[in-house]
């Protein structure tokens, strides 16, 4: 399989191919097929679109991606990757474990007290198959005009589904994992269409660590850029506190796209932390939708960028009703030649007053070639609101280095206490399980380039 | 390090007052014929990167035609704003019939 | 502004009233040009000022990018396509000539700017005084030390006569007739405008003021200067800008182009009430040079539709530029306003300070740009826009970019957007102020960094607007 081929993955034949290899009903495949005819009538994206200004997708040839048949083959004994073994002792008293390894998935063993009281936690395709009415509104219930989502509707073939019923909460958190290979030895890429939806009921509280990675395979021949469009959609009922911890670990075949959109309603809270450590191209989109009086939520955004990575987050607060909070955090250090590109908006419907919405975003630049563009706008509606948005732009405290190295510290390390340090207040608000410890361990390999 | 001439085009390809755009070891060339003198520059605008070789050629500049910065073809330096910043440019030769460019 | 002050002043007036500068007078002009754009109107324009050829070409290459670049895409779409450029009147000569003495302007229009206080205001505080009405200046003076100096300050169309040599040298290197849709149709019909030249050394310490006047309807006005500060030059100009209330719309589309050379000063002050049927599409860029400073001080309280975007270009070693911006946008008002900062050299610095207010329905955007280009270490930048909505039909929108290409660099900005305090009017009340009286004393606070940069007897004028835009307009 050394010669470039044409493949399929992107077109209708494979939404039909997907529908019925998975034999799934008759109003899934009527969903993926609509899905599919939206995405034909959207617009590709350009680089000269202001949500997609520097990221080169041009760069992302979608006619020669070989899909990856996610979780096709359940196997309580496939190889998990060495790292992930090391992030489960972080998180041992989790409530249960997805992961998806490329073709294999390991389904999760869930706490007989929870399966009592009517949590699921399993791959999206066992859910399907043992949950499908309870699933199917979940399913079409978030619209979307965005090109790469209509197109993870259409094609999506693994992923995860959380389910917590009302009133139930869960102590520790669930972990699901989606790693694959991005090069399988032949110049095209592959792709993978994970799908993920956590559904919380009234008053419920659970926490979910999403973990989305890859690594090159041995023989690495890949020519053009892999594809990852993951899609996560929460909905979290009135009462109902979800915390979400996500982590990004592409490898650098891979054009990763992802949506996170929650959608919270009245006096539920989500709380979520999204933490990007590679890809050659990420695009990640982090939309909140405050729906009913009284939604809360509070987004922390991590970005460690390296060479030739090119990050582009754009999140997107939304404040459909009043008495409503928002606040955004999201921090960006860039090594090398590493680029990112965050824009932010907070929109303000004229019914949401007594809206409250914050944003923040600080970019630390460690590379002399580094590049942070910053772009936090404000759409105010109402007038009874107190938003704000805030953004910085600088290098590393000379001063601080220079203390750092004075006490002995090699250069590397001190630049690891100084990025650290700039994520620490992130970090620190992250109350799921030992998550945070695992983070920093992750963020010094990042720096030390493991 | 002297940088290795390719041959990107024949003279008569490149008529006078026209721009022609090639793709030299990677990068975009746009070769500019004013008053039958040879030049070579970078296709890309300092200002916003638009595309210099779509633009026209006014005099020995080069005007880029999204929002009319023009450039010295000869040395790149900016002889109208919005650009601030000089474009690259690049040696040039006729060789016989031929356009030879050193990226 | 003391609180005595403000008391001084009436507030008798409910709603807007703009009956000081909204009267119209009775049209009697030398030359109207036919309504619409075409090479024949933008010849005559040329011909009739007897310009050289090379002017006459740009105007027509202009007027064919013009015909050719799309609208923008992006700020009020709806209200800039419904823009009839078929149904406007391109160039008004309203006088023969430009005259030096208030005396000797046409009667009809000297009573105008009696109306509006110009002469006065020359008398008491101004180095020199340019009107335009409609297309062309019809008065100029200025002050006989500062002329034997060697200060140039000229009408465009004179300048354009009498020192050719160097507008031609500088004329569109700042903005060329491409950059946008707006300067190129400004380029190819431009008429009057003001053109500043202030040799090495010399310090102008009283401002310069032009005042620009839209009288007939359906006009538009573009007028065109052109400021150069040689070396260690400092000079201030002023701008204002008022027009008739007409039910049809008018449009406004200047360019403006400074060129600050080494360790020179310009200050460019604007106070733009123009009457809500006027489209103000502006283009106003500057380039600072090493040492040098460049201020943009602009207020926008008039106008339907202002898009307007003052930048500075710090192209030499330690420029300095900022802009001070305040928009005040009523019922069917959409001011978007902003500033753009790029920085092309090391340690140059920038502020942007940006203010605006909302009520009855209006909308205000900030959209502003700093970008820092790579190899320019020790940019600093800080940028600070605040919001305030009167009212929940109103709006507020903020869009900043940064772009930052250089590692060692200090970029911060800040945006805030919230209603008037509660606590500060009621404590204000319960001082014995009415509701409007306080919301005016709050809002002129908040103006305050902006007015504090006004010569005084602007600063008394802005807040008296500031007044009359607040009566009768909470509660």
Not at chain 3, 126 to 136: D, H, N
Request: hydrophobic content about 40%.
């Amino acid at each position: 399989m050394s010669e470039s081929k044409s493949v399929n993955t992107i077109a209708r034949e494979r939404v039909d191919n997907l529908a019925s290899q998975n034999g799934e009903p008759e109003w899934l495949k009527e969903l993926r097929v609509s899905s599919w005819e939206a995405y034909l009538q959207t617009p590709m994206p350009t680089g000269r679109d202001e949500d997609w200004r520097k990221t080169q997708i041009e760069s992302l040839d979608l006619s020669n991606l070989n899909a990856i048949d996610l979780s096709t083959k359940s196997d309580v004994k496939a190889k998990l990757p060495q790292w992930f073994e090391t992030a489960l002792t972080f998180f041992d008293n989790h409530s249960g474990v997805v992961a998806e390894v490329g073709q294999a998935s390991v389904p999760a063993k869930l706490p007989a007290e929870l399966v009592a009281k009517g949590v699921i936690f399993c791959t999206l395709k066992e859910a399907l198959r043992d949950h499908a009415e309870l699933i199917r509104p979940y399913l079409s219930l978030i619209d979307s005009d965005q090109k790469f989502v209509l197109m993870n509707k259409a094609l999506f073939n693994g992923g995860t589904f959380l389910y917590v019923p009302a009133n139930v909460e869960v102590e520790g958190p669930f972990v699901s994992l989606t790693h694959f290979t991005s090069s399988n030895g032949s110049p095209n890429g592959v792709a993978i269409f994970p799908r993920l939806i956590a559904v919380l009921g009234n008053h419920s509280k659970a926490s979910l660590v999403n973990i989305l990675s890859s690594e090159a395979g041995k023989e690495n021949k890949t020519t053009l850029r892999s594809l990852a469009n993951a899609l996560v959609e929460v909905h979290v009922a009135p009462g109902a506190k979800f915390e979400y911890l996500e982590v990004q670990r592409f490898d650098s075949n891979v054009f990763a796209i992802t949506r996170t959109h929650n959608q919270v309603e009245q006096d539920a809270s989500v709380k979520s932390l999204t933490v990007a450590l590679g890809g050659s191209q990420v695009k990640g989109d982090i939309v909140t939708v405050l729906n009913a009086h009284g939604a809360t939520s509070d987004l922390q955004g991590i970005v460690l960028g390296d060479t030739d990575e090119h990050y582009s987050f754009n999140t997107i607060q939304k404040h459909n009703a009043p008495d409503t909070t928002s606040n955004i955090n999201f921090r960006v250090a860039l090594k090398s030649n590493a680029q990112s590109i965050y824009q932010g908006i907070i929109e303000v419907a004229k019914i949401a007053q007594k809206t409250a919405a914050f944003q923040s975003n600080k970019n630390l630049l460690l590379g002399s070639e580094a590049r942070a563009d910053s772009i936090p706008k404000l759409e105010i509606l109402a007038d009874d609101v107190k938003c704000s948005h805030g953004a910085t732009v600088g290098p590393v405290d000379r001063e601080q280095i220079f203390y750092l190295q004075s006490r002995g510290l090699s250069a590397p390390e001190a630049e690891e206490l100084i990025v650290t340090g700039f994520f620490r207040q992130i970090l620190e608000a992250c109350t799921i399980g030992r998550a945070k410890e695992w983070v920093y361990d992750v963020l010094a390999e990042k720096i030390h380039g493991v | 390090m002297s940088a290795e001439f390719s041959k990107v085009a024949s003279k008569a390809d490149v008529p006078e007052g026209h721009v022609k755009v090639y793709t030299v070891e990677k990068k975009r060339i746009a070769v500019c014929n004013v008053a039958g003198k040879f030049f070579a520059v970078a296709d890309l605008c300092t200002h916003d990167g638009g595309p210099l070789g779509e633009g026209e050629l006014v005099e020995n500049t080069i005007e880029c035609p999204r929002h009319g910065a023009r450039f010295d073809v000869a040395t790149g330096a900016v002889v109208c704003m919005p650009a601030v910043i000089p474009i690259a440019t690049y040696p040039c030769e006729e060789r016989g019939d031929d356009l030879w460019v050193a990226v | 502004m003391s609180a005595e002050l403000i008391q001084d002043q009436s507030i008798g007036n409910i709603g807007n009233d703009y009956s000081q500068y909204g009267f119209q007078d009775k049209e009697d002009y030398i030359f109207k040009s036919g309504r619409g754009l075409t090479e024949e109107i933008v010849r005559k324009i040329s011909s009739m000022k007897n310009e050289p050829e090379w002017m006459l070409k740009y105007r027509l290459r202009a007027l064919s990018i013009f015909l050719k670049k799309p609208m923008p895409k992006w700020g009020n779409c709806g209200l800039l396509d419904s823009i009839d450029f078929e149904n406007i009147f391109y160039f008004v000569r309203s006088s023969e000539r430009s005259e030096k003495n208030w005396d000797d302007v046409p009667e009809g229009i000297k009573q105008t700017f009696d109306r509006l206080g110009i002469p006065e205001a020359e008398r008491k505080f101004l180095a020199g005084v340019t009107a335009q009405y409609e297309s062309e200046v019809v008065y100029h003076s200025i002050r006989e030390d500062l002329l034997a100096q060697g200060v140039i300050f000229l009408d465009m169309d004179t300048a354009l006569r009498e020192h050719e040599d160097i507008i031609r040298k500088h004329f569109g290197t700042v903005i060329p007739a491409a950059d946008n849709k707006f300067s190129a149709l400004n380029s190819a019909v431009w008429s009057g405008g003001s053109f500043v030249w202030v040799p090495e050394g010399i310090r102008v310490e009283i401002p310069l003021q032009a005042y620009f006047r839209i009288n007939a309807e359906n006009m538009g006005q573009f007028e065109r200067t052109l400021i150069i500060a040689e070396p260690g030059s400092y000079v201030h100009y002023i701008e204002g800008c008022t027009a008739p209330t007409y039910s049809t719309d008018s449009l406004h589309s200047a360019v403006v182009e400074l060129i600050a050379k080494p360790g020179s000063h310009i200050r460019y002050t604007t106070i733009q009430n123009w009457s809500k049927n006027v489209y103000n599409l502006v283009t106003k860029r500057a380039v600072a040079h090493a040492d040098s400073k460049v201020e943009w001080v602009d207020g926008n309280l008039g106008s339907k539709l202002t898009m307007k975007y003052p930048a500075i270009h710090l192209v030499g070693e330690r420029a300095h530029g900022e802009v001070l911006s305040i928009a005040f946008a009523g019922e069917d008002q959409h001011q978007d306003a902003g500033a753009k900062m790029v920085h092309a050299a090391p340690n140059t610095t920038s502020m942007i300070v940006s203010k605006s207010i909302s009520k009855n329905g209006g909308r205000t955007s900030y959209r502003g740009l700093v970008k820092v280009h790579p190899n320019c270490p020790g940019s600093k930048s800080n940028v600070k826009c605040d919001a305030l909505l009167l009212d929940e039909k109103s709006r507020s929108d903020t869009y900043p970019t940064m772009e930052i290409d250089e590692k060692d660099v200090t970029i911060e900005h800040e945006a805030t957007v919230s209603k008037v305090g509660e606590e500060q009017l009621f404590y204000l009340m319960s001082r014995g102020l009415t509701q409007d009286e306080a919301t005016a004393m709050i809002i002129n606070g908040f103006f305050e960094p902006f007015t504090k940069e006004l010569p005084l007897e602007y600063a008394v004028e802005l807040n008296r607007l500031i007044q009359l835009e607040m009566s009768g307009s909470v509660g």
